[in-house]
């Protein structure tokens, strides 16, 4: 439709469907023949009003997809398409490793190749919008949503986020109906919740929002993303959803973005739970004036907006409708309603199955092995534990996935060549002594142990945080018992989020983190597990060595009694009384069955100014002869600066495959723009000066390589 003929359609409407517009709501409004039934009565809803909003989310087939478009076209005045959105976050029916274990890959290709995919499942299914990516900066495991980050730090998050935003959208979506618009969220500080309590409060300096916060969104903006979700928590003691500086000043002005503002669900009658709002009337004022275009999942527009729309604010609501009507045109869908949408066929997943186990296979990260890993030929091997024979592998956002499809590590295993036995329990926290007793049994006289432990689905993702994030009492006591008989005990950790390792690493001589890998999990562990597949994966999360750490980051700024060396022990330093600052696996980390080695650094120069680079060239041998990836990382530290800064900061990576005894030549490449940080001005802006540059396999790991001085100018 030409921008003419929508503005024309604007015309035509009234009130009350240019309200509809900005409504979005559940199918199961959408009863047979529109009877009032559920929360539409509870929302004293008329059945005319539903052939007005704009919207539906959460969607299930592509069957519900063609009969309520097809209802509500025929039923509805102007006939303006719905517009259908979902959560598809990591997969939609062929699920793949959740967001955290994509992102521990450091590599953008495989994420915007998963983003494809699934947009490709999903459109066929009737879907238009996915909510994805989460672009929320995260440094606490108690946190259960850091399961759909990219980790905690910002510039991996900054290429991630663009990667998904990509994948999801390809580069036309009017042309091409296998993709997604996709919606950042959740505009801002989501990841801040004090005390890692889900929907908690935020308190954030501007500082702070400027460095680490707001790149992500703003990367995926610059990556087109189509619509933003603002988050449930206070920005500046003002809920994000009524917050009109943070959406006005910074989300439509700074950062230029001029799609559509989506609250999250039920966000805007929360502003009462909030009690910045007395009733639902006051809350569609607030949300409305400070800028959302669509209401999730509430009644508030709906049924208040009316009132609240006078000649001040006509124009407003005019932008808010022409933004969705806008993006509905932009997808096509005034044209083809059914766009993308298909019947289904019988194993049209095989190849979607093929690439979530190439995917899964590079999400892995094999933390330690003292030579257990990969298994031998023949060797006895017995498989233990909650996870062993679980198909709860998929991850808390895979609702259209099948659990029952998913492949789990005793299916992956079955199929190799070991002398397998297994023993698996009840997924949750039911394993008793009396099963710890069977599974010492069985572990008596086997070559390997692999104990299978880890973290349910309901444990991990929304309204899922924790204030203890070790493995429960049974899993521990299962590895201490099992240790007793037999010490070559390989743990396969299923996860959404870093796990605290500390009591129970010393009883085993291999760890490999699984995550939630998806449907085809089973196969990919069971490749790596034999060798046929060689661990890549870097951890995108440190790994603390106890709860009380958090939020951690090895990213932490500068404090002014910094631990070191030489002060370790003493009092009056930043540091705790009974354990070390360090975590246990730091970000970054991650081993291969390969085994990397750095050499011959060297600098095009060491001083540069204006728009000039440097580079830093590195030889990476691979000094045994098992092909293999690895992450070489470089890290920086501003030594002088305005503003407290990290104590180092990653700055780049490259990602290389190596074959047995093979060794390539790699450049790095530094300008003032990777050196740029936040000021007091909230500019972004680099300080002439000097800059110590390390170079390494992780965060700890990375050694310092040399300094190098910038200057603005001559
Ligand atoms: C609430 C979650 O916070 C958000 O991430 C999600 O997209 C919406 N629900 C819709 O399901």
Known sequence: MEQLELLELLNEMTIDEKIGQLVQLTPDFFSEGGEITGPMQKWNLESEKLYQIGSILGTHTSEQVYSIQQDYLKKSRLSIPLIFMADVIHGYETIFPIPLALAATFDEAIVEKMAELSAKEATEAGIHVTFSPMADYVKDARWGRVLESNGEDVTLSNA??????????????????????????????????????????????DIEIAQNYLPPFEAAI???????????????????????????????????????????????????AHRVAEDKKEAALLAFSAGIDMDMMSDSYLSNLKEIINNKNKEKLDEAVLRILNLKNKLGLFEDPYRGLTKKEFDKNKNLRISACEIAEKCSVLLKNENILPLIKNQKVALIGPKAKSR????????????????????????????????GFQDGRELSDKNIKKAVRLAEGQDIVILAVGETSQETGEAASLTNINLTRNQEKLIMEVSKVNKNIVLVLFNGRPVELSSIECFVKGILVAWFPGTEGGHALANLLMGEANPQGKLPMSFPRAVGQLPYTYAHLS?????????????????????ETTPLYPFGFGLSYSDFELQDIKFSKKKFKGNE????????????????????????????????????????????????HDEKRISFSLTERDLRYVHPNLKSKVDSGKFNLYLGFDSLDAKIIGTVEYHESN
């Open 160 to 205: 991630l986020t663009k990667a998904y935003v990509k994948g999801y959208q390809g580069e036309d979506l009017s042309k091409d109906k296998n993709r997604l618009a996709s919606c950042v969220k959740h505009f801002i500080g989501y990841g801040a919740a004090e005390g890692g309590r889900d929907y908690n409060t935020v308190d954030l300096s």
């Open 222 to 272: 610059d990556a087109g993303a189509e619509l933003v979700m603002t988050s449930f928590n206070t920005v500046h003691g003002i809920p994000s959803t009524a917050n009109t500086s943070l959406i006005q000043k910074i989300l439509r002005k700074q950062l230029n973005f001029k799609g559509v503002v989506i609250s999250d669900w039920a966000a805007v009658v929360e502003l009462i």
């Open 392 to 423: 709860d592998i998929l991850g808390a956002w895979s609702w259209i996935g099948d659990k029952e499809e998913a492949v789990s590590l005793s299916d992956g295993l079955q199929k190799k060549d070991i002398e397998l036995s297994v023993l």
């Open 559 to 579: 404090t002014g009694r910094p631990q070191n060396e030489e002060n370790k022990n003493q009092k009056y330093i930043s540091r705790y009384m009974d354990e």
């Open 613 to 660: 680079s440097i580079s830093i060239d590195v030889t990476v041998k691979n000094k045994n002869m098992n092909s293999g990836s690895t992450v070489i990382q470089l890290y920086s530290q501003d030594i002088v600066t305005t503003v407290a800064r990290p104590v180092r900061e990653l700055k780049k990576w490259i990602k290389i495959d190596l074959l047995g």
